[in-house]
């Protein structure tokens, strides 16, 4: 019998895994397809090593503003893939290694009973556990009139898996996801359709700070449609026709390939959760406590499973919590508020309440902006941000940070500065006390902390 029995090898269970195993528990770990999951696989790691290409691109164009003129001769469409799929291998292959002490087992698991696995892959057992972690992740949704044919209407598995770039994209649903995509090939000069349903991108930040991303997207030459949806009409040779409907009337676009990036639905069907009582909402989000423990004791849920955020560092989280409860450690990991980053030119990163959140629960509160315009660093480069800015939120009562959100170069390492300020509960003036070094994004951390106390030091007078 193991100790532990993980169903799913994404960031969820591997890390709940490797968690287990620290702690002496003997683990086994169920993966159907790859180790790695979603992440490793066809988000985190090829997304960004898409983005990678996409903004050296971006910035070997940008120094012709300098002075210093590189042309960008060629961009060969499938050799730009196989870097993508050489980090998707290494990373895949650094997960496979980390896991060297476990025992993995390929194939579909399900639970017979609380304590029993049943897994069907090239042979079909069953594994016996004391304790059971589901971290089976989610899968790519598509939206009316659209279905996935893995050719020319894709989802970002398909996409990732393809032998060479598309000369046009539709992407519909602009999130992270599609916005993170299209700003990428827009700059290796793929022709980007972005379709949003919703009055704006990025419908989970704030306005002013989607704002500023739409501007530089356009800008890339990505061509956005708000308030708009589109409806597959017919393939057309090599093409697909699709008609997109907003405000300002309709118009039909031809494109290669279209690629749905419009939610994710939760693995927690045909996987025998409700046979042995563990509840799950309407949604199929998996119900759990602080420690990950779903409502039957021995079996834990991680990652997305347990609802939005989706996000990898908070399945490693979660993953980590769920085998440290398991393994009785005294002072299991907090879950913390959790940050998020969208990996755009300009990058976005925020943690805690937005500011249209903190005035929809009615909190009082107030609002301090701080913009890349005033910051050194952000002159000094060759892709400079200055329409980026940086604001807190904070409780007006107590002054305590309620969250902050940052549009602008570097915001995807600053925006931790006050992640571990939030998570400490750390009051403005000690704050204060901490040097940042000149010239550094991480200006922006001692900047409008300086400002929220009322003694701005490079901030504009307002
Ligand atoms: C394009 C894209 C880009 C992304 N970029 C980022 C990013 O930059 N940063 C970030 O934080 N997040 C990003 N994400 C989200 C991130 O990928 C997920 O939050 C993360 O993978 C969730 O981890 P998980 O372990 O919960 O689930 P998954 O990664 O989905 O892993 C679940 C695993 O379980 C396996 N499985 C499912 N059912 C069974 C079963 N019954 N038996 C056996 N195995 C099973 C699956 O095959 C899969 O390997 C991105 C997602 C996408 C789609």
């Known amino acids: 019998m193991y100790d532990v029995v993980v169903i799913g090898g994404g960031p969820a269970g591997y890390t709940a895994a490797?968690?287990?195993?620290?702690?002496?528990?003997?683990?086994?770990?169920?993966?159907?397809?790859?180790?790695?999951?979603?992440?490793?696989?066809?988000?985190?790691?090829?997304?960004?090593?898409?983005?990678?290409?996409?903004?050296?691109?971006?910035?070997?164009?940008?120094?012709?503003?300098?002075?210093?003129?590189?042309?960008?001769?060629?961009?060969?469409?499938?050799?730009?893939?196989?870097?993508?799929?050489?980090?998707?291998?290494?990373?895949?292959?650094?997960?496979?290694?980390?896991?060297?002490?476990?025992?993995?087992?390929?194939?579909?698991?399900?639970l017979k009973n609380t304590h029993l696995v049943k897994i069907n892959g090239s042979e079909s057992k069953e594994v016996e556990a004391r304790n059971i972690v589901i971290?089976?992740?989610?899968?790519?949704?598509?939206?009316?009139?659209?279905?996935?044919?893995?050719?020319?209407?894709?989802?970002?598995?398909?996409?990732?898996?393809?032998?060479?770039?598309?000369?046009?994209?539709?992407?519909?649903?602009?999130?992270?996801?599609?916005?993170?995509i299209s700003g990428a090939l827009a700059n290796l000069d793929v022709e980007v359709h972005l379709i949003e349903i919703m009055d704006k991108i990025l419908p989970e930040v704030d306005k002013d700070v989607s704002d500023v991303v739409a501007k530089y997207l356009a800008r890339s030459g990505v061509k956005i449609y708000t308030s708009s949806s589109a409806q597959f009409k017919e393939y057309s040779g090599d093409d697909v026709l699709i008609r997109i409907s907003g405000k300002g009337g309709t118009a039909e676009i031809r494109v290669e390939k279209v690629l749905i990036a419009a939610g994710r639905s939760y693995n927690t069907k045909d996987i025998g959760l409700s046979e042995v009582g563990v509840e799950t909402d309407e949604r199929g989000v998996v119900i759990v406590n602080d420690l990950m423990r779903t409502t039957i004791p021995n079996i834990y849920a991680a990652g997305?499973?347990?609802?939005?955020?989706?996000?990898?560092?908070?399945?490693?989280?979660?993953?980590?919590?769920?085998?440290?409860?398991?393994?009785?450690?005294?002072?299991?990991?907090?879950?913390?508020p959790v940050p998020m980053v969208i990996y755009t030119h300009p990058e976005v990163g925020f943690v805690g309440f937005s500011e249209s959140q903190a005035t929809r629960i009615g909190v009082k509160h107030r609002v301090v902006k701080f913009p890349y315009v005033a910051l050194g660093k952000d002159s000094t480069t060759i892709r400079s941000t200055p329409d980026g800015f940086v604001k807190l939120i904070l409780e007006e009562e107590s002054g305590k940070i309620m969250g902050a959100a940052i549009v602008g170069n570097g915001a995807a390492d600053v925006i931790h500065l006050f992640t571990l300020a939030m998570s400490q509960r750390m009051e403005l003036r000690d704050l204060r006390k901490a040097i940042m070094t000149h010239p550094t994004y991480s200006e922006l951390f001692s900047e409008i902390v300086s400002s929220a106390l009322g003694r701005p030091l490079h901030a504009p007078k307002s």
């Open 18 to 110: 490797i968690t287990a195993l620290q702690n002496g528990l003997r683990v086994a770990l169920v993966e159907q397809k790859y180790l790695g999951g979603e992440c490793t696989n066809w988000g985190c790691i090829p997304s960004k090593a898409l983005i990678e290409l996409g903004s050296a691109v971006g910035v070997a164009r940008a120094l012709s503003r300098h002075g210093i003129t590189l042309k960008v001769e060629s961009i060969d469409r499938s050799k730009t893939l196989r870097h993508i799929s050489r980090a998707v291998t290494k990373a895949r292959e650094g997960v496979k290694y980390l896991l060297s002490e476990v025992d993995v087992i390929q194939g579909f698991g399900r």
């Open 135 to 180: 971290a089976t992740g989610t899968e790519p949704k598509t939206v009316p009139t659209f279905s996935f044919d893995g050719v020319k209407i894709i989802h970002n598995r398909h996409f990732f898996e393809l032998e060479s770039l598309p000369n046009s994209i539709a992407i519909i649903g602009a999130g992270a996801i599609g916005c993170e």
């Open 304 to 336: 997305d499973i347990t609802g939005p955020p989706l996000l990898a560092h908070k399945a490693f989280r979660e993953g980590v919590i769920a085998a440290e409860a398991i393994a009785g450690v005294k002072e299991v990991l907090p879950r913390g």
